[in-house]
């Protein structure tokens, strides 16, 4: 069965540092899509930044960015000059690829990062 | 645009009665999602319609659960009889293509059985 690990549950960072957010996962698939999703309190989930499983390169918005180690099945999250605005909780998701029937996401049980003043 | 929408927020019953969650979706999005998570946990897929029709209902729990989309547009989430353990934040996500596309959700509604 494909699951999702997420190892920190709490996490700080001060604020314009810089904070690595870990997430492992399992699967016998070769391609797949990866995601890191942020519910800040109160508001909806928002994807992060999107990581196709057949693409070698790391995915990078902003700043955000990935480090995927395909090999190892891990999907870190690096958030550089952190800001207030990023204290929330973030959820790393697997999504299979096109072998698979299912279209679902499988999810970690996230991590709530504060970002301290 | 108006972005994927649930009603209620929050509620709170008492077990045995029936509660129904409603879900909106981004208009012009043929794939609608249910999802579940129990205080922390993870968050746990429950189904997926594509339109109007059940692709996946896997991760349903029991029989409790009944699941629609008529014409394929707005979703409802019905759970009769309500238990305890059926108490915890419920997500509606929707998105316009089906392999490895952003899916967008919804605030959540916040299930309480008392």
């Known amino acids: 069965a494909q699951t999702v690990t997420q190892s920190q549950p709490e996490m700080s960072v001060q604020e314009a540092e810089t904070v690595t957010l870990s997430c492992t996962y399992d699967t016998s698939e070769n391609n797949y899509y990866l995601f890191w999703y942020k519910q800040p309190p109160s508001r909806q989930m928002i994807l992060v930044i999107r990581q196709e499983a057949y693409k070698q390169q790391n995915a990078t918005e902003n700043r955000f960015s990935v480090n995927f180690q395909k090999a190892a099945k891990s999907f870190s999250l690096k958030i550089s000059d952190s800001q207030l605005g990023d204290t929330a909780m973030y959820f790393c998701a697997f999504s299979p690829g096109a072998t698979s029937g299912t279209y679902k996401y499988i999810f970690g049980t996230g991590t709530r990062l504060k970002v301290l003043a | 645009e108006a972005g994927v929408t649930q009603f209620p927020s929050h509620s709170v019953i008492e077990k045995g009665q029936t509660v129904t969650l409603r879900c909106d979706p981004i208009s012009g999005h043929d794939n609608l999602y249910w999802y579940r998570r129990v205080m922390g946990k993870e968050i746990k897929f429950l189904l997926h319609?594509?339109?109007?029709?059940?692709?996946?209902e896997s991760g349903m729990p029991n029989n409790r659960f009944l699941a629609e989309r008529t014409g394929g547009t707005y979703s409802t989430l019905k759970v009769q009889p309500a238990e305890l353990e059926d108490s915890g934040v419920y997500f509606c996500?929707?998105?316009?293509?089906?392999?490895?596309?952003?899916?967008?959700f919804g605030q959540g509604t916040r299930l309480t059985v008392v």
């Open positions: 319609f594509v339109k109007e029709s059940k692709q996946d």
């Open positions: 996500a929707s998105s316009q293509d089906l392999r490895g596309t952003e899916a967008f």
